[in-house]
């Protein structure tokens, strides 16, 4: 059964850093973009972070692009979202989920399949 599970995120402190990870199983993790996604209470879900299935192509939202880094090893079926310069804007749940096709897309509808979330939260 198709199962995407996030973890890594924690309690930081503003400026520090965490690295998401996205174990995916259940399918062939080589063929598919992957996203990561945020949703801060009371606001809409934004999509933060995609990489293409051979990782040759990434995209960030603007209010993480130079902090964020998006990788994957598709022979662990992990993808993985460095965070740096945490801010305690950066504060949410963290979801990521797995495209539609090999390449990265902004729509939410074009994501199938996604995890339950890994909570985030930067506070001094």
């Known amino acids: 059964q198709l199962q995407l599970v996030e973890s890594g995120g924690g309690l930081v402190q503003p400026g520090g850093s965490l690295r998401l990870s996205c174990v995916a199983s259940?399918?062939?993790?080589?063929?598919?973009?992957i996203g990561w996604f945020r949703q801060a209470p009371g606001k809409e879900r934004e999509g933060v972070s995609c990489?293409?299935?051979?990782?040759?192509?990434?995209y960030y939202s603007n209010s993480v692009k130079g902090r964020f880094t998006i990788s994957r090893d598709n022979a662990k079926s992990t993808v993985y979202l460095q965070m740096n310069s945490l801010t305690p804007e950066d504060t949410a749940l963290y979801y990521c989920a797995k495209g539609r096709y090999s390449y990265c897309l902004r729509e939410e509808s074009q994501y199938t399949n996604w995890g339950q979330g890994t909570q985030v939260t930067v506070s001094s």
């Open positions: 259940g399918f062939t993790l080589d063929n598919y973009a």
């Open positions: 990489i293409s299935s051979n990782g040759g192509s990434t």
